[in-house]
């Protein structure tokens, strides 16, 4: 199991379009994603449903955690998609 840790970079946290950007990515990583807050429960990274309901916003942190083959890459490439500013991304 790959896991880290890392800030919301995004100034409207994970909702509405950085909601949309990261569950589409996180839906075409080759390994099961999930992402919790502090507190609160792991919900699967790929839905964006479930990740409205998370709360997360701008300057929290969260925990990536994925099982399966590509693991510590699908990870990383999730964590560096939370840590852009993904409003401004064109």
Known sequence: MAERTVTIASASGLHARPAAI???AAGEQ???VTIEKAGGNAVQASSILMLMTLGAGHGDEVTLRAEGDGADESVAALAALLEKDLDAEE
């Open 22 to 24: 990261f569950s589409k």
């Open 30 to 32: 080759p390994a099961t």
